[in-house]
């Protein structure tokens, strides 16, 4: 192993960002051991490319359960620990907040705790060069008016159950660092969207919803804007900041993609139009319904990148036209990945949009 390659823990790694991120740390030559609990989002089926790879393993285990947690630590001797495990779905918060703050708050407490104690064991070079990097949301924020971005001083003002839950996983962060000098970094994302993203969220949703004649359902009036960042580009930024992110400091990254939720519908629409036409020959816009819009719903988020990208050189290179074709292809050529996940595990009842990472 060379000084850039790194053994990394990756918690809530099998499901959307963490699995596209483990990806891209194998390809890039780290060691990974996924620790994740495999909820109805988790699918192993996307880490299938690198399951016999002798640089990965797999721990079917809860970030809560604390002696796990200790054990797999001591054991594997991490140079860093990446924290992707979350609960992220607004809707379902909405329905069931409780689950948000045990995987949320209290697991993050403990992977925290558990992380502290390990790395207090840890001497010279090897303890200096550790990290926990965690990785939030622009929901912490609230919501934003017409005009300004969220920037890393931005107030927190969540306004649902999981925004709130992903607030106070922040906030014991940051106490971990200043309170017992844990080398903590954030990272608080926009709207991701890509490969493996499980088909409750806007983007998957729509898709696949269109490609099944089924009805897709805009909320409200269609007009709530988020910033939209493709997977990749949010690994690589999750990358630089692990290499190079200054200790205790939270960086936000977003696409530069600011699009109203109908828009993003209507460019789905627009390439399914030439990738997979109806068989009646109308446009797959004639399936767009509105509905009743969502409790609480947060009108527009807007992340500003500019310390990442001063920063640590970091830079979006998918821009979101490029993103929908990619991402729209990829489920077109994996149908059977998304029978997969949903099969016993999830119905297309709820409508995946605003959502974060």
Same mark, same amino acid.
């Given at each position: 192993m060379t000084n850039n390659e790194k053994k990394i823990l990756v918690t809530g790694g099998a499901g959307f960002i963490g699995s596209n991120f483990i990806l891209t740390a194998i390809a890039d030559?780290?060691?990974?051991?996924?620790?994740?609990?495999?909820?109805?989002?988790?699918?192993?089926?996307?880490?299938?490319?690198?399951?016999?790879?002798?640089?990965?393993?797999?721990?079917?285990?809860?970030?809560?359960?604390?002696?796990?947690?200790?054990?797999?630590?001591?054991?594997?001797?991490?140079?860093?620990?990446?924290?992707?495990a979350a609960e992220s779905h607004v809707d379902r918060s909405i329905d069931g907040p409780a689950a948000f703050i045990q995987t949320n708050v209290v697991g993050t407490l403990n992977l925290l705790e558990c992380a502290r104690d390990y790395w207090r064991g840890l001497e010279g070079a090897v303890k200096d060069n550790f990290r926990f990097?965690?990785?939030?949301?622009?929901?912490?924020?609230?919501?934003?008016?017409?005009?300004?971005?969220?920037?890393?001083?931005?107030?927190? =003002?969540?306004?649902?159950p999981y925004s709130a839950s992903k607030a106070a996983s922040d906030h014991l962060v940051r106490a971990f660092h200043h309170t017992y000098g844990l080398p903590v970094l954030?990272?608080?994302?926009?709207?991701?969207?890509?490969?493996?993203?499980?088909?409750?969220?806007?983007?998957?949703?729509?898709?696949?919803?269109?490609?099944?004649?089924?009805?897709l359902p805009i909320y409200g009036d269609g007009k709530n804007i988020r910033d939209w960042l493709y997977v990749t580009?949010?690994?690589?930024?999750?990358?630089?900041?692990?290499? =190079?992110?200054?200790?205790?400091?939270?960086?936000?990254?977003?696409?530069?993609a600011e699009r109203e939720n109908i828009a993003v519908v209507n460019a789905i629409c627009s390439v399914l139009d030439i990738k997979r036409p109806r068989s009646d020959g109308k446009s797959y816009s004639a399936q767009m319904t509105f509905v009743k819009d969502r409790p609480g719903h947060d009108r527009r988020y807007a992340i500003d990148a500019k310390k990442?990208?001063?920063?640590? =050189?970091?830079?979006?290179?998918?821009?979101?036209?490029?993103?929908?074709?990619?991402?729209?292809?990829?489920?077109?050529?994996?149908?059977?990945?998304?029978?997969?996940?949903?099969?016993?595990?999830?119905?297309?009842?709820?409508?995946?949009?605003?959502?974060? =990472?």
């Open positions: 030559g780290h060691t990974v051991l996924n620790l994740d609990v495999l909820t109805y989002a988790g699918n192993l089926e996307s880490l299938k490319s690198v399951e016999a790879n002798a640089r990965y393993r797999f721990v079917h285990a809860d970030i809560a359960d604390k002696l796990v947690v200790a054990a797999l630590l001591n054991e594997s001797q991490p140079d860093a620990i990446v924290n992707f990097l965690h990785v939030s949301t622009d929901e912490v924020y609230g919501s934003l008016g017409e005009t300004g971005a969220f920037t890393e001083q931005t107030p927190f =003002a969540p306004n649902s954030t990272t608080n994302c926009s709207n991701n969207y890509g490969p493996h993203q499980f088909p409750e969220k806007l983007i998957p949703l729509v898709i696949q919803k269109a490609l099944t004649g089924q009805p580009d949010h690994c690589t930024a999750i990358s630089r900041v692990l290499e =190079a992110g200054r200790v205790g400091e939270t960086y936000n990254v977003g696409g530069d990442i990208c001063k920063e640590l =050189a970091w830079q979006p290179t998918v821009s979101f036209e490029q993103g929908i074709e990619l991402t729209i292809q990829w489920y077109l050529d994996h149908q059977d990945w998304v029978q997969h996940v949903l099969d016993g595990s999830y119905r297309l009842e709820r409508i995946g949009q605003g959502e974060s =990472a």
